[in-house]
């Protein structure tokens, strides 16, 4: 590893970074940084463990130092490392379970865990093999080298550089702790000896000595049991049996010169000389300068070609054993030889993949040496049994592994995480977004290891600029449901984040539904702020917020509710969540106050049809009191005239409301005190009188518009259904109550007035807007004055009669 990737290294092992999350797309107004976040959570997370939940954190952290230095490849290297350290970490702290498996869910969890590194390390190796391939390689001089023209046909062919980079993954995937200790410990049956079958060897001289009969061999060749139809010393049979599977393990993790050694070392010369058979040719000192005196050994097998011929044939002899066989197929590429000794869906893609290689390998060098072959060598070799025709296909080798696999490596291979390496391998970006969006339908318990690698991945892509490979919607479903996840695990810190990586139309939409989940203002406003530093549309998404907020309700003119109370019912909690949408819009919005100011008339009218008049004093008060034309941003004058207009006759209303209560407070407190001769109530009076005229008068209408500017809204035909029955409703209401005083303090002279006022066809004739009920009690009410008239005329002439008779 090189040096910079071993302080990246060191640096995630450390836990910290030093440098905040950035992009490249926004201008950073404040320090914040993933690192720097708190993982909180008030949910219960089983089987989470501590070190999975920072991972969430890291993950953010590398993906947005990758954006500030647009380094893709170190990026994978460290989710990749992140991942491993997870891993590392939960299995040092929860030994125990890992181990035994005697806590399940906790096992599963870190057994996911390690099958998301896994895939990140298969992304790493996959996502730009040619990087893993030399490239400055010299033109072949012919009859030198096999292996230039095989690594000369790599630069030309991505399936088989994938082949290569899948390959070597399966192998370092096998060889973990686990894996390792029982080699080993397989190994420690083998004691080293210069010459194979060292029982039988005994056995052969001393019952030669002693002319015993012998049922074993008696040649030394290795093939010599088929030949002679007898059998080893049992001692040996073991041995060899317990050799051909270690020497096999060791190659299915690529140890191949281990393999040899112990071949070597066992006295087993003849299998070590099999596998270094397979060594492409290549001769060095063609390729070395005329003054160079060093003289190189030749690497590799010149007659591989024939010598794989005779492994294809000797790899299905149904005679050798089981793991013998199976190295065979694995050096010349034969599936079937591989398949009965593979146990798991990786074995079963390993052994695919590795023949699928040496096929490849065959068939280049068969083209390469086709002039140098003898007529029966091509016969052979190219006829209809040759391995050309019964050669794997790197797209088809998945469909092959389900068609002929047992039903519980069916069911492994189907597995979220092996559908998902598969389509990476395959490079099907558009296959890999259905089957992730088709598990989060399926599964109503989200694997947050799946749901994180997922993701991110398709971060990579989407970053990468391989949009046109897939459908842009799938991607915004996938972030999106990454997104909820965070919400629920309450790791809100990240949220904003992950809400810029989406489209610019989507943001608002996510952001608006992310504040809803805050349970306080204090939260919203501090990651309003947040989203504002990664150029999130608050505006808009504070708009949707407040759009999300607004509620069905009956509008109905036929309201037969006490409509003399001016008494306020209590705001519930959506009313609150009303409120604080819009004072979030008054605070934030950069183009204010017109989208505030329609959002207050809106929540105004449901709050006065439903008599909340607290809620109304609330939503006038967030802003500024004497607000008019020329203080409200808008494109549309007019049409900001009628909207300032509805919101100021709000306030008129509160105020006569206001006025009303007020001055009942002092009325009831005259009548509870007969010892003062101060009226108060009749002095409050004017200040009632005017207040409720203000109402009545309002310019051109209480809640009317002045212009026909509306009519283009979408909403205006509710709007206008609204205003009409809070017309109907409210202004008899005021009536009622000023008549009610009028009456109380037989004030005659304004009952009349008020009649004449409602009846004045230049005022709209109010009266039309009464029912038949409220009528019939303005007409009591005037009545009663009438009568106080009449008799007070009456006492009036009765006193002048008997003045004029005194």
């Known amino acids: 590893m090189s040096e910079s990737m071993m302080n990246v290294e060191s640096t995630v092992i450390d836990g910290s970074f030093c440098q905040p999350l950035e992009s490249t797309r926004l201008t950073r107004t404040s320090n914040w940084s993933p690192n720097e976040t708190t993982i909180r959570s008030s949910k219960n997370i089983p089987c989470i463990t501590k070190s999975e939940q920072q991972l969430y954190k890291l993950y953010a952290q590398a993906l947005a130092d990758s954006e500030v230095t647009q380094d893709w490849s170190s990026w994978v290297e460290m989710m990749t490392i992140n991942c491993q350290k997870c891993c590392s970490e939960a299995e040092i702290s929860h030994p125990i379970a890992f181990r035994t498996g005697r806590q399940p869910q906790l096992s599963r969890n870190i057994r996911t865990l390690q099958i998301e590194r896994d895939s990140w390390l298969l992304w790493n190796r996959a996502r730009d093999t040619l990087n893993?391939?030399?490239?400055?390689?010299?033109?072949?001089?012919?009859?030198?080298?096999?292996r230039l023209i095989v690594e000369h046909h790599l630069l030309n062919n991505p399936q088989l550089r994938m082949a290569k980079a899948v390959q070597g993954w399966l192998q370092t995937i096998k060889l973990d702790e686990r894996y390792q200790t029982d080699i080993k410990m397989a190994m420690t049956k083998l004691e080293p000896k210069r010459i194979y079958w060292e029982k039988t060897c005994h056995f052969l001289k001393s019952s030669y000595n002693a002319n015993l009969p012998n049922p074993y061999i008696t040649s030394l060749d290795f093939d010599a049991t088929h030949k002679q139809k007898r059998r080893l010393?049992?001692?040996?049979?073991?041995?060899?049996?317990?050799?051909l599977q270690i020497v096999f393990n060791l190659l299915r993790v690529g140890e191949y010169s281990k393999a040899k050694n112990i071949c070597k070392s066992t006295g087993y010369h003849w299998l070590a000389a099999l596998l270094s058979a397979n060594e492409l040719y290549h001769d060095e000192n063609y390729y070395c300068s005329e003054t160079n005196d060093i003289i190189y050994p030749v690497e590799g097998n010149k007659k591989r070609i024939q010598w794989i011929e005779s492994m294809y044939e000797l790899s299905m002899d149904m005679r050798l054993k089981l793991y013998e066989r199976a190295i065979y197929g694995l050096l010349c590429g034969r599936i079937e030889a591989l398949i009965p000794v593979c146990k798991t869906y990786a074995d079963y893609l390993w052994a695919y993949i590795s023949c699928y290689i040496e096929q490849e390998i065959h068939h280049i060098l068969i083209c390469a040496h086709q002039n140098e072959l003898t007529d029966i060598e091509k016969h052979r070799i190219l006829s209809d049994n040759g391995i050309r025709n019964r050669q794997l296909k790197m797209p088809l080798i998945f469909d092959e592994i389900l068609a002929g696999?047992?039903?519980?490596?069916?069911d492994e291979a189907l597995l979220p995480f092996n559908l998902i390496q598969k389509y990476l391998i395959l490079a099907d970006y558009d296959r890999l977004f259905h089957s992730i969006l088709s598990f989060l339908h399926i599964n109503n318990e989200l694997n947050g290891s799946l749901l994180r690698f997922s993701t991110h991945i398709c971060l990579f892509l989407y970053e990468q600029d391989h949009s046109e490979k897939f459908n842009q919607k799938n991607f915004i479903e996938i972030l999106t449901t990454y997104i909820h996840h965070l919400i629920e695990l309450e790791f809100k810190d990240l949220v904003c984040y992950y809400i810029s990586k989406l489209p610019?139309?989507?943001?608002?939409?996510?952001?608006?539904k992310f504040l809803d989940t805050l349970s306080?203002?204090?939260?919203?406003?501090?990651?309003?702020?947040?989203?504002?530093?990664?150029?999130?549309?608050?505006?808009?998404?504070l708009l949707i917020l407040a759009a999300n907020q607004r509620r069905d309700q009956t509008f109905d003119k036929d309201n037969n509710e006490e409509i003399i109370s001016t008494n306020s019912k209590n705001l519930n909690e959506n009313d609150y969540k009303q409120l604080e949408a819009l004072k979030l819009l008054t605070t934030f919005l950069s183009t204010q106050t017109l989208d505030a100011l329609r959002f207050a008339n809106q929540i105004c009218r449901y709050f006065l049809n439903d008599s909340k008049y607290e809620g109304i004093r609330i939503a006038l008060s967030y802003f500024p009191h004497d607000i008019d034309i020329h203080t409200i941003e808008a494109n549309n004058r007019q049409q900001s005239v009628d909207d300032l207009r509805e919101f100021k006759a709000f306030g008129a209303y509160i105020a006569a409301l206001e006025a009303i209560q007020r001055w009942s407070e002092m009325h009831q407190k005259q009548q509870n005190n007969t010892s003062t001769t101060t009226r108060e109530d009749q002095a409050y009076l004017p200040i009632v009188i005017k207040a409720c005229y203000d109402v009545f008068d309002y310019p051109q209408g209480w809640l009317v518009d002045s212009t026909n500017v509306h009519q283009t809204l979408s909403d205006n035909e509710n709007r206008q259904i609204e205003m009409s029955v809070l017309?109907?409703?409210y202004i008899p209401m005021l009536a009622c109550n000023l008549f009610r005083i009028f009456d109380l303090i037989k004030q005659e002279q304004e009952t009349f007035r008020l009649i004449i006022f409602l009846s004045d066809s230049r005022k709209q004739q109010l009266y039309t807007l009464f029912s038949k009920e409220t009528l019939d009690s303005v007409l009591l009410l005037t009545e009663h004055a009438a009568e106080r008239c009449l008799d007070r005329q009456q006492q009036q002439t009765d006193d002048t009669i008997v003045n004029y008779f005194l």
């Open 132 to 146: 893993n391939t030399r490239q400055d390689l010299p033109e072949v001089i012919p009859g030198s080298s096999d």
């Open 233 to 243: 010393c049992d001692t040996d049979e073991q041995e060899e049996n317990d050799l």
């Open 405 to 410: 696999c047992p039903t519980h490596i069916r």
């Open 504 to 512: 610019l139309d989507n943001q608002s939409t996510i952001m608006a």
């Open 520 to 541: 306080n203002r204090q939260d919203k406003e501090y990651y309003l702020k947040q989203g504002f530093t990664y150029k999130i549309d608050i505006d808009t998404s």
């Open 727 to 729: 017309r109907h409703k």
